[in-house]
């Protein structure tokens, strides 16, 4: 399973790199340390929603490094990573691209590490990607869950708590929610 998901998300990230301007350099995903101003956008706002999805399981009573789909370690909030999968294309990546399509996110943003290794957002870069992040989540959306209406970030929550009810109700089937 673990190398279907790795090419699945290798031909993800080859077709959002057409829907990057083609000035900015997007050659596929690179992080730890990003290599370019999409993937350093990308990974700073994959940190924000995680956090999101950590509080939202916490306020479901769920702990958040007790995975389901990814494993649990000491080291990462997996519950959480399993939780924000499902949110990362339509909150993060459409954001991102949005910022970078409209020039709202800019190459001037980016500045290279000291040690030339990666690619880093300054201060402006941040608060354009946190500007059109919560943007984005107080949009309101509908249909994304069944019967269920509101902003992105009450479905952030509403799912932690229906993920937790499928956690602790055996005969509740949880299937993640159905996109339109």
């Not at 290279?112 to 919560?134: C, M």
Request: charged share 25%.
């Amino acid at each position: 399973v673990m190398g279907l998901e790795g090419a699945a998300s290798s031909a993800y990230f080859d077709a959002l790199a057409l829907c990057v301007p083609e000035d900015i350099e997007f050659n596929g995903r690179s992080r730890r340390p990003p290599l370019d101003l999409p993937n350093a956008a990308l990974s700073y706002l994959y940190a924000v929603l995680l956090s999101e999805c950590a509080g939202a399981l916490f306020c479901a009573g769920l702990e958040p490094s007790l995975g389901v789909l990814h494993a649990s370690t000491d080291k990462r909030p997996s519950l959480a990573l399993d939780l924000m999968e499902e949110f990362r294309p339509l909150l993060v990546d459409r954001t991102v691209m949005a910022l970078l399509r409209s020039r709202r996110l800019r190459p001037e943003h980016a500045t290279i590490s000291g040690d030339g290794e990666g690619v880093w957002l300054d201060k402006d870069g941040k608060k354009a990607l946190v500007d059109g992040y919560e943007a984005t989540l107080q949009r309101q959306v509908k249909g994304a869950l069944p019967g269920f209406a509101g902003t992105w970030r009450r479905h952030i929550h509403h799912q932690a708590q229906l993920l937790g009810r499928a956690i602790v109700e055996p005969d509740y089937r949880w299937s993640g929610a159905s996109w339109r």
